[in-house]
Nanobody
């Protein structure tokens, strides 16, 4: 059974840091891209970052480049999102997801754009506020 479980969200002041975790099970991280996505009420869910073993570089949306870092722990089958220099506009529910099809991030993000990503975690809320 495929599972993705996010944790690590919370309330933080602007300029602060959080590390989100996405614990995965039921599939092999070596074969599929996994992404982080953000949902803000009233707005479309957006892609934030993505990691795939086949890719030479990880994907980041422009608004988080230089501040967020995606990584993986092979032993624990966990994907992390280190978020530094947080801004109020980073507030939202963060989800990790995979489509169990794409072995490159370009494929996962294309499928996300087509609403064709089936495996999502429950989300973790990040609030950046003074």
């Amino acid at each position: 059974q495929v599972k993705l479980v996010e944790s690590g969200g919370g309330v933080v002041h602007p300029g602060g840091s959080l590390r989100l975790s996405c614990a995965t099970s039921g599939f092999n991280l070596d074969y599929y891209a996994v992404g982080w996505f953000r949902q803000v009420p009233g707005k479309k869910r957006e892609e934030i970052s993505c990691l795939a073993r086949r890719d030479h570089t990880n994907y980041y949306v422009d608004s988080v480049k230089g501040r967020f870092t995606i990584s993986r722990d092979n032993v624990e089958s966990t994907i992390y999102l280190q978020m530094d220099s947080l801004k109020p506009e980073d507030t939202g529910v963060y989800y990790c997801a995979t489509d169990l099809w794409s072995d490159y991030c370009s494929g996962l993000l294309e499928n996300f754009g087509a609403n064709d990503v089936d495996y999502w975690g429950q989300g973790t809320l990040v609030t950046v506020s003074s």
